[in-house]
Each structure stands twice: as structure tokens, then as C-alpha cells.
């Protein structure tokens, strides 16, 4: 009675984490939650006011392409931050947020009676390529992501049989990114192989020294899908609001696709979201409260004696620790909740997250608990 992809998936791996917060918490433990990638971030008012100033007496149904206004203010953007000219009519979609479009890339683009069915992501990585593909039909492929390649995928290791390769940099778990090159050997091989290369770009506007690249930069994007969000850049995870950049014909797909699903964000959001994108100031004071943030948790963590690798860019600190395991229950102990490395993939061994999401107070209380240990 149940599809058997569903039936063989494991629990999604922050739903324990869920229920860990509620058991520390009613056992009155006092928690500090870095695990979940939620900003907790308050929204700019300019885009709540938006929103409310776009809300109607009636709310027909959203149309799939979206409203010509977002599709504009996400064409600027692009063009403003990647210098890139993207015509908004045929190489852009807005999505709920990009999740949804994550997971069902492979049920658009994928023949799953074809050769050419593997969907390849870089693992540990954030579940929804794998799950999405497997729901899809597709075979899926992971390629470890080491520290010594700096956390980049070997593409040695592709084939023809290859349909799609997600990317997501800045990464997460590990917070690692990709220089402008990698994208340029990606779309080589992409080339070569005949595959599309899918961009997870949800955290390329949380960096802390300088702004990360888009694989929308390299020469030949004919390729290249990439997806936006505001979650993370506007501190908007429950508005569910992005958009999708690619070559007409897969936008083209997307558009007779989408709306069979009915993912569309509400017009009052997209009205929301226009003004988002246009700002950058508010986007300015995101990045400083996470890097307030990290500069209270880094000397703790370095007191401690474990390593932060990568974690360059987007809200995470990637640890190298002893035993990833015992670290994760002697922080609970204490009411502090980190992801361990392996909810990400096999590769996480090792490792732990910490997501900067507890606010600057919550981070100098963590330290303290770190410093007591
Ligand atoms: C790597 C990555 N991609 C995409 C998303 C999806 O974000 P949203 O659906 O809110 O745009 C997340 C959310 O945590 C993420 O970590």
C-alpha cells in the first residue's frame, strides 16, 4: 500500500533531533538548538510590511511562472550580484521556497526507463537530492566529499549513464566553496558526459571574507539550473520563496510541470519577495549577526581543542572531532543540541554542525558551556 521508496527511507534525520529538543525540554533542560538550519533571525519589517500591504480581499490561485514583477527583481539580482543577463520571461520560475523544486528536479528531467538515469550529489549533503531522485526513478550516486579536495566532488568519477550532478556551494554541511574554476570543470564534464548541472545555491549571500561565486558565472550556462532562496539570504524560511535560473527549454519544462503540483508561492509572497531581492542592506545586517556569532563561538570551540574545517561561508560550523558520537551526547548533557556529521552521509564520520541559529546571547551562553566541559 506503500510506495516502497517511502517504506525503505529513513526518518528524516532532523525529525530526531525534534523530538530530542522536546524530551531535553521536558525534562527541564534549559536548550540552545544548533541543530536545524532555521534562521531565527527576525525578518526585515520593510518585508513583512510588503507583505501585508500585498495581502488581498481575495487570493485567487498563483500562476506557475509567477508574477512578472518577481521574475524582474530575480533577473536584476542575478545581475547584480553574478553579472549575469538572465531573461526573465524564458530562464527563471519562482518556486515555494526551493525545497519542493529540489525534490522533484528528477520527475521532470530524469527517463527513468533511459540508461541516462543517474542522479550523482556530493555527499554528506542535505538529503533532499537523494530522496528526490529515488522518488523520481532515478539511481542515485553519491560522491564523497573529502577535506583533503576540499570538499569538492572528484568528477573522475562521473559517466555517461550520468542525466544530472547537484552541486551546492557554499555547502552544507561543511560550509566549504567552490572557486569559480570548479564550475568551469564542472560544465567541462557536463560537456563531455552530457549531463545538467543542478546548483543548489541556497547559501551563496551568508559569507563571511568574500561573496561566493555562482555556477551561473561560467562561460557556457547552457547547462546550468541553478536555485535561489530566501530563506536563508532574507531570513524567510516560512514565507517559501526562490526562484529557478536555467536554459529556456528546462524552464520550459518547469513550466508545464509545475502546475500539476500547484507549488506556485502565494502572489502576497511574491509581492513580498520582490522587495526582498531588491534590498541588500537588510542582507548586510544578516551576515553580521552570524558573524557576531561565530566570533563568540570560535575561540570556545578552539579552547576545546576541535577543529572547524571549511565552514567559509553559509550558517555552519563544520568540526573535526575525536569521537563525533560522544561529543554530540556530552553537549545534549548540557542542553546543547548539534547535528552529528553522519545525518548528512556516511562521509559526515568525524564530524559535527553547528548551525548559528540560537541568537548572539544563546552562542555567548554556549560558550560558557563549552568553556566548563
Ligand atoms: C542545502 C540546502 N538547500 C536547500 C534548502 C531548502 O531551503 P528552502 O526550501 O527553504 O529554500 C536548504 C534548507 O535547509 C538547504 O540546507
Not at 542522479?119 to 537530492?129: D, I, S
Not at 519577495?273 to 558573524?291: I, K, L, M, P
Request: charged share 25%; aromatic share 10%.
Amino acid at each position: 500500500m506503500i510506495n516502497p521508496v517511502l517504506a525503505e527511507m529513513a526518518a528524516y534525520p532532523f525529525v530526531k533531533l525534534e523530538e530530542t529538543r522536546r524530551a531535553l525540554a521536558a525534562r527541564g533542560v534549559e536548550v540552545i538548538d544548533f541543530g536545524k538550519g532555521d534562521p531565527n533571525e527576525p525578518t526585515d519589517p520593510m518585508i513583512r510590511q510588503a507583505l501585508i500591504d500585498a495581502l488581498p480581499v481575495r487570493a485567487p490561485y498563483p500562476l506557475a511562472a509567477g508574477l512578472p514583477e518577481l521574475r524582474e527583481s530575480a533577473a536584476r539580482w542575478c545581475k547584480r550580484r553574478f553579472g549575469v543577463d538572465l531573461d526573465p520571461d524564458t530562464e527563471l520560475i519562482p518556486t515555494y521556497g526551493s525545497k519542493e523544486a529540489i525534490f522533484s528536479l528528477a520527475q521532470v528531467l530524469v527517463d527513468p526507463s533511459s540508461d541516462k538515469r543517474v542522479v550523482a550529489y556530493g555527499e554528506p549533503a542535505y538529503p533532499v537530492y537523494e530522496r528526490g531522485a529515488l522518488f523520481g526513478g532515478a539511481e542515485v550516486r553519491a560522491l564523497p566529499l573529502r577535506r583533503e579536495n576540499g570538499f569538492l566532488p572528484d568528477l573522475s568519477a562521473l559517466d555517461e549513464r550520468t542525466a544530472i550532478v547537484w552541486v551546492n556551494y557554499p555547502h552544507n554541511p561543511t560550509g566549504a566553496v567552490a572557486p569559480r574554476s570548479f564550475y568551469e570543470e564542472l560544465a567541462a564534464r557536463a560537456d563531455e558526459l552530457d549531463f545538467l548541472i543542478a546548483s543548489d545555491e541556497a547559501y551563496t549571500e551568508l559569507w563571511f571574507s568574500e561573496p561566493p561565486p555562482s555556477a551561473l558565472q561560467v562561460a557556457d550556462r547552457s547547462r546550468v539550473i541553478v536555485f535561489q532562496t530566501l530563506s536563508k539570504r532574507s531570513s524567510m524560511t516560512g514565507y517559501r520563496s526562490g526562484f529557478i535560473a536555467a536554459p529556456a527549454v528546462v524552464i520550459a519544462a518547469l513550466k508545464a510541470y509545475r502546475p500539476t503540483v500547484g507549488t506556485a508561492p502565494q502572489e502576497f509572497v511574491q509581492r513580498a519577495s520582490v522587495v526582498a531581492w531588491d534590498d541588500e542592506r537588510h542582507v548586510e545586517e544578516t551576515r553580521a549577526r552570524y558573524a557576531a556569532k561565530r566570533d563568540v563561538l570560535l575561540p570556545a570551540i578552539a579552547a576545546r581543542g576541535w577543529e572547524v574545517v571549511a565552514s567559509e561561508a553559509t550558517m555552519y560550523l563544520w568540526l573535526a572531532v575525536p569521537d563525533a558520537d560522544a561529543v554530540v551526547a556530552q553537549l545534549l548533557e548540557r542542553g546543547l543540541i548539534v547535528s552529528p556529521g553522519t545525518f548528512f552521509g556516511p562521509s559526515g564520520e568525524g564530524y559535527i554542525r553547528f548551525a548559528l541559529v540560537p541568537t548572539l546571547d544563546e552562542c555567548r551562553r554556549a560558550a560558557a558551556i563549552l568553556a566548563e566541559l
